[in-house]
């Protein structure tokens, strides 16, 4: 019988370094240590049908837990499973749902998990065998993930083609697989305090309320008719008073741009992990001062990004992803309309930092998510024609240059009577344009007349179309499919880096990026366009 222990290091036993690579990359980023060597606290087999007779009958002597994952395995390795499989499927989209022992294993995973592979059917399961996953095949539910503490093995049967491999919701499966059979479990809910509950804040409120691991313990503002509206939980005024709550491990910082810093500093010195609105700050030396403090206290910090998950943006990055337009060289991305831009500190330079970081924060951010490689220069311009009771500029627009040739740009304007489409991307094989809706919401009136309502055309995701030459001169249209947004993503993965030591999508050096462009873009405009390097410091 294997022992429990502590997971940090995981012996990998892999034949196909190509197809294997995505999951062994998003393992590293747990922060676990993989090795080919003994010496782990768990062994993951990945493609047991090609282990040496030798090497088997080592594995399943080991004295620490097996995971084997994967279709197809020898007798010996299902029998000391426990369990007696049937036929393989066919290659088809598969439902994977909690088993009735699944317990952390599927902890925050939201709706059912759908990958296309193949599996085997089980005709038997020992009666020892803990069931952590399932998968239905005609009406009948069957295991695709076990493990079995007598043998010291655990199964996970889904596991053999490149999309299960590359699928972010599939790692994380294995990473929770391995946790579970090394009896490390998630910790107790992490408890959060909200300083600011503005808008923003009650977003964070609803957010906590239904992410699982975490709660929330306190809430800080100035005004009494925000702590009036909030969950009732303890409330504070002055934010030294939050950051001294022993009750309170992590702190949201909801306060306007140019004081992220300053507070996100102070709620680390205290012991708290943090999450910080976005604009992350407003310039790097502010980004890095945040980044050296939260790495020498061993504190989580992350960005609110919430906009990384916009369900166009996501239905986008995946054809940029599949490599359908080709290789992209051009994008240009929109935001904006004709009107006074809002009376609060968002239009107050010297608090947001500008028209630049406000939207920019969320398209910027876009665009750098979209390409991984080294930013050469960036230019910007800006106009002051007619809002000048506000010091934000009218209209701004940002030239991003990669040292691969690939440029994006963004504009944002409160001039913009003739609207651009939200997006417009050209790749060497296709293009996408995202064209706003203007949507209605219809209802009746309290005495039964027709009642409408004119949503902003950026509350919409937008209409996304791609266009692919067919090869004859001519050029194939299709509307692209726009899922729904994803429930609560940025707090469900916050919960699992806190908890389970999970990777997040949105990381502090990719904010600090993104900061970095916007810094850069700030100077090029003042100095009427000209090319500026990013700023290292």
Request: charged share 20%; proline share 6%; with cysteine.
């Amino acid at each position: 019988m294997a022992s429990m222990c502590a997971l940090t290091r995981v012996t990998v036993l892999s034949c196909e370094g190509v197809l294997h690579q995505p999951l062994l990359g998003y393992l590293a980023r747990t922060g676990l240590t993989l090795t080919d060597q003994p010496g782990g606290h768990v062994v993951l087999v990945l493609g047991a049908d090609r282990l040496p007779e030798r090497v088997e009958d080592e594995l399943l002597a080991l004295e620490v837990p097996v995971l084997v994952v994967g279709p197809t395995m020898s007798t010996a390795v299902t029998d000391h499973a426990g369990l007696v499989p049937a036929g393989l499927t066919p290659l088809h989209e598969i439902r994977v749902r909690p088993g009735p022992d699944a317990g952390d294993v599927t902890a925050r995973s939201g709706d059912d998990l759908l990958f296309t592979d193949l599996w085997p059917l089980q005709d038997k399961v020992a009666d020892d065998v803990e069931v952590l996953l399932t998968a239905s095949m005609a009406f009948a539910d069957h295991p695709v993930a076990t493990w079995r503490p007598a043998t010291g093995l655990g199964v996970l049967t889904v596991g053999s083609t490149a999309s299960t491999y590359a699928d972010p919701a599939w790692q994380r499966l294995v990473h929770r697989l391995l946790r579970r059979i090394t009896g490390t479990a998630d910790g107790p809910a992490v408890r959060v305090g909200l300083l600011g509950y503005g808008a923003i804040g009650a977003e964070h409120s609803a957010a906590v309320a239904v992410t699982a691991g975490l709660e929330l313990a306190a809430v800080c503002d100035p005004r009494a008719d925000r702590l009036a509206a909030a969950p009732r939980v303890r409330s504070y005024t002055g934010g030294e008073d939050l950051l001294a709550d022993e009750g309170v491990d992590l702190i949201v910082v909801s306060t306007p741009p140019d004081t992220h810093a300053a507070w996100v500093l102070r709620c680390l010195e205290a012991g708290k992990h943090v999450v910080v609105e976005k604009p992350f700050c407003l310039t790097v030396e502010e980004a890095d001062r945040q980044m050296a403090l939260a790495a020498a206290r061993g504190l989580t910090l992350a960005v609110y990004q919430n906009r990384r998950w916009d369900p166009d943006y996501l239905a986008l990055k995946k054809v940029v992803r599949s490599g359908q337009l080709g290789d992209v060289f051009h994008v240009e991305s929109f935001i904006g309309g004709y009107g006074h831009p809002c009376n609060y500190w968002h239009s107050d330079e010297a608090v947001s930092g500008g028209a630049i970081y406000d939207w920019g924060s969320h398209y910027l951010d876009w665009v750098l998510d979209l390409f991984g490689g080294d930013v050469e220069w960036v230019s910007a311009t800006t106009h002051k024609r007619v809002w000048h009771d506000v010091t934000n500029a009218d209209h701004s627009r940002v030239l991003v240059h990669f040292t691969d040739g690939t440029e994006a740009e963004f504009t944002h304007s409160d001039l913009a009577a003739a609207l651009k489409p939200k997006f417009y991307v050209l790749g060497t094989a296709g293009g996408l344009i995202g064209d706003w809706r203007h949507e209605r919401v219809v209802g009746r009136s309290p005495i039964g007349t027709l009642a409408e309502d004119r949503l902003v055309h950026s509350d919409s995701p937008a209409a996304l179309r791609v266009f692919i030459p067919d090869g004859r001169g001519g050029i194939s249209e299709t509307l692209l499919s726009v899922p729904p947004a994803p429930a609560e993503p940025f707090h469900r993965q916050l919960a699992d880096a806190l908890l389970s030591g999970e990777p997040m999508d949105v990381t502090p050096e990719g904010s600090r990026r993104t900061i970095a462009v916007m810094q850069a873009a700030t100077l090029s405009a003042r100095e009427g366009g000209r090319p500026m390097p990013l700023p290292t410091r």
